[in-house]
């Protein structure tokens, strides 16, 4: 977005005093004093005002590298909410796209945009997500068949949708699902006999976890990545 459209819809400023504002010295886009009013905003640009950081009033998207022991809600008396990761303003306004097990780590998306979350979680999308899934016993290729067909999973009367299993070594594997029951993958692995030992989550439909996060680190979404959930 342009510079002075920015300040104006994020300050009280007209378009006039938002491109006086710039053209002064004023408005400085990270560490560097900006005097273009068309300079193009990103997303992950901080913006200052004689010094005064403009927080946006447009949406956040954010991409986490969860570790273990951290939970995907905001409550729990035991584990801490992987919100406590966000060192951001506002951090009560996000929400946890979806959720992993405490003992699960990857990719998380965090935003505080409803609407885009929804598209991510609604049953109806069937949006893909993947796993790297280490295993106790060996995995028999068989299974891959059966995944693919879709199983029942215990206490539960409709067979999982179709999955895809990549086997990688005797007990690694890469699954592709496109539902969201409760602890899917490790309840398709129990189905068959197995039992999922670590599980990572490594993308959710074209998004993959950025492979320069450490864990518990975070970004923002790039545009593409936003707009590829539309
Ligand atoms: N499936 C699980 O069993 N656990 C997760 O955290 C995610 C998918």
Redesign the pocket.
């Known amino acids: 977005m342009r510079l002075d459209k920015y300040i104006c819809q994020n300050t009280n400023l007209t378009r006039s005093l938002a491109k006086k504002a710039i053209s002064s010295g004023q408005i400085s886009v990270n560490l560097e004093c900006i005097k273009n009013t068309a300079f193009k905003v990103k997303r992950s640009d901080q913006v200052f005002y004689f010094g005064e950081q403009i927080s946006t009033l447009g949406h956040r998207y954010l991409m986490l590298n969860k570790p273990l022991g951290y939970i995907c809600s905001t409550q729990d008396e035991v584990h801490p909410s992987v919100l406590n990761l966000i060192d951001v303003d506002k951090r009560d306004r996000l929400h946890i796209v979806g ?3 405490v ?2 780590t990857g990719l998380v998306l965090i935003t505080d945009d409803g609407q885009w979350s929804h598209r991510i979680t609604s049953p109806k999308k069937n949006c893909q ?1 993947s ?1 790297q899934v280490d295993l106790a016993e060996n995995i028999s290729a068989d299974i891959i068949e059966l995944f693919k067909k879709g199983l029942l999973l215990k206490n539960e009367l409709k067979p999982t949708l179709p999955a895809q299993l990549v086997l990688q070594s005797k007990q690694k594997a890469l699954l592709s ?1 496109q539902e ?1 029951r409760y ?5 398709m692995f129990a189905a068959v006999g197995n039992h ?1 030992e670590a ?1 990572h ?1 490594v993308s959710i439909g074209s998004i993959t976890l950025d492979v320069q996060l450490g864990d518990g680190e975070w970004r923002y979404l790039t545009e593409d990545e936003i707009t590829s959930m539309n």
């Open positions: 959720r992993l097990d003992d699960t997500k796993y699902i969201g602890h899917q993958v490790k309840r999922v599980l989550r």
